[in-house]
């Protein structure tokens, strides 16, 4: 049985065809999207696709050319940043070197003339959520990088604001610490009812943080959904490459010439010919090939199988398996796919489309 959830605290957040241009050059285009109140929305895509600009349209640090911004129904589009009753947290932090961590804290309630008192009790609610105690009389140098994300944190939350905005705030930290962050950020928003928009190139932080992830690719949206609806049911090439590690393996099937066809590298199975336990199914397979590379990756190891009759690495497949199997380069297989997990797409438009009738093998086979 799920624990039940705190009710949510944050607002509602949609972006209303929202276009913004740069010297004749659409850095958005159309955008639309809605956050829940008390969702976790991450902005996912790679360098240059727009999500860092959507933030800073939705924070009031700049203005569209078309469209409407809305935080809690009330259209904020040509209000300033400090009318719209959010918080941020930037990639640098932007901590004050010259003051303790308790003034880092403090400074935005400072600046607005909240009462001693008041501040006091945020400022002590905050350390202790956040585990800033100890570190209160410190200065930004002396505190670690996840340290410092702490205080950023901290100084977001005591403003008390219902949506709360991240730009890429991991991205100083090490691998570790990233991984530790990300589960302290989620669950901290959860605990609050926080709406939150986040901003990274990272699926993995994506993944394991968002309520709906917005992947997005030279200014408009790919596809906005659930993680693992994003990861199960790609709606464009684009969607299916960029999501999943090792990324998909897609074949242009002679069979069905203008389609692109291929499966996640753990619903390959790949079993090698003439091995005793190859069930006759696999056996009779017309779906073949020859293990180009393997990837050792500890617990997994990552095979590259080139399917029979398609030139090297035109028909390439991605197959996970265990890191102790003895699958090794050059070796010839049986490869089956796991009902239902064929991705097939419309070569021209990148679109998903449904797949032809008959079995993976079918449409695969040159």
Known sequence: MRAPQPSPTGIGLDLDGITRRWAGVTALDGVSVRAEPGEMLVLLGPSGCGKSTTLRLIAGLDQPDEGRVLIGGRDVTRDGPAARGLAMVFQSYALFPHLDVARNILFGLEVRGVPATER?????????????????????????????????????????????????????????????????????????????????????????????????????????????????????????????????GLVEPARAPGLLAGARAEDIRPTPLGDPVLTPDATGSPLKGIVAEREYLGADAVLGIDLDGYAPGAGRLTARVPGHHAIAPGTAVALSIAPGRLHVFDAATGRRVDPPAGTAADLLRP
């Open 120 to 248: 006091r009790s945020r400022l002590a609610e905050a350390a202790d959520l956040l585990g800033l105690g100890q570190l209160l009389d410190r200065r930004p140098s002396q505190l670690s990088g996840g340290q410092q994300q702490r205080v950023a944190l901290a100084r977001a939350l005591v403003a008390r604001a219902p949506l709360c905005l991240m730009d890429e705030p991991l991205s100083n930290l090490d691998a570790r610490l990233r991984a530790e962050m990300r589960r302290e950020i989620r669950a901290l928003q959860q605990r609050l009812g926080l709406t939150m928009v986040y901003v990274t190139h990272d699926q993995a932080e994506a993944m394991s943080m968002a309520d709906q992830v917005v992947l997005m690719n030279g200014g408009r949206i790919e596809q906005a959904a659930r993680p693992d609806r994003l990861y199960d049911c790609p709606e464009t090439v684009f969607a299916a490459r960029f999501i999943g590690q090792p990324p998909i």
